[in-house]
């Protein structure tokens, strides 16, 4: 058999591990990325590297696919969803792995997302819908209770603002509805009751009929310690997390990720590929706070490398409609990703500062250190991101995972780097003095 050539949509942590995992596989030749970072740009030894095409950049993608020949397409990140490059590389012939532009509306349009979700009976905070500022004031004005005020399309994981009290709710409806803080994704606003509890992230493979469920995972979104500061992109994660027992995880597939796989069916719109519910578990039990179409980062930092069998072997299932006769393992240990960011990020930070460390990282064992806004330069790594390197560790448990990806983090440097001390510890993991 001739080895086979993949294309990634996408340039951050998440595709340079679905990149590292898929080379992985007996079956792989080569995998370009598009645009990709410094970390799939060709690095001595792997046959991973980069091809200039934007993540948003649909013509531009069908036409890299086409010229590098290659048989298999995995998108990455929402937006390219959003716009329809699965129909459009699937028009063109292409085999692709993602959902369609109208079953990504689960995560593309947070208002067919509620409603899908009080159809088909999945258990989800209370909610309202607006195009009206006026009638969505007035809403707010006659609610008891705190609110959470969401923009509906996608705004970069920043259009949702959990409000404390009636002027911050105000203030959200104002910035989204009248000043268009997230532009066109604010035509259509949620304001969503405030559920308190722990947020788990629950992965699924399906090929629109079976699920299968990845290990569990947990994100922490807040930029400093202790969940202060400012929402990011996710500044670590860790897998499988003790707060989701066999029995809720039984509970979850029953209540939500089936009963969403088949919803879209019914529907017309199947939904194939990567189905990630962020999960709360309130004290009336679990509640979905939204649907993604995708892997998550850094969420798929822990959990490839806990995958036992052939990611390619599962994606293709997928796309033919035959993940039922896979048997998807995961290793019994754990594994922990740190990010290291740049100073100022979510705000403003600077870009092309040298990265020092890296290989002396990846040579604890152990790490693995996935690129996320990084790019070569000369014989440089440089920054070019906020979130520039997520660093793993595996272990037989936590705490093991946790040490190790420490210990390569504290390997790595640029000027102004900064990560989080306490990943981990939301699963009880306390840092050694
Ligand atoms: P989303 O993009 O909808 O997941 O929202 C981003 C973050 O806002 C979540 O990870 C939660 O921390 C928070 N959030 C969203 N919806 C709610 C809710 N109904 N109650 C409390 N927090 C929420
Ligand atoms: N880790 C959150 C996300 O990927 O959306």
Redesign the pocket.
Known sequence: MPKRSLMIIGAGGREHALAWKLVQSAQVGQVLVAPGNGGTDGAPGTPIRNIPAAADDVAGLLDAARHAGVDLVVVGPEVPLALGIVDRLHAAGLRVFGPTQAAARLETS?AFAKDFMRQAGIPT?GYAVFTDYAAALDYVRQTAGPL?V?ASGLAA?K??V?CDDLAQAEQALFDIMQAGAFGAAGDVVIV?????GP?VSLLAFTDGRTVLPMVTAQDH?RVFDGDQGP?TGGMGAFAPTPRVTPALLDEALRTVMQPAVDGMAAQGTPYVGVLYA?L?LTPAGLRV??FNARFGDPETQVILPLLETDLLEIIDACIDGRLAEVDVRWTPGAAATVVAASAGYPGNYAKGLPIRGLEEADSVPGVTVFHAGTRRHQADVVTDGGRVLAVTGVGADLAAALACAYAGVQQIHFTGMHYRRDIGRQAGWQAPP
């Open positions: 947070k905070a959470v969401k994981g259009g949702v959990v969503e009751e405030r559920l308190t947020e979104k929402n962020g709360m706070l939204e």
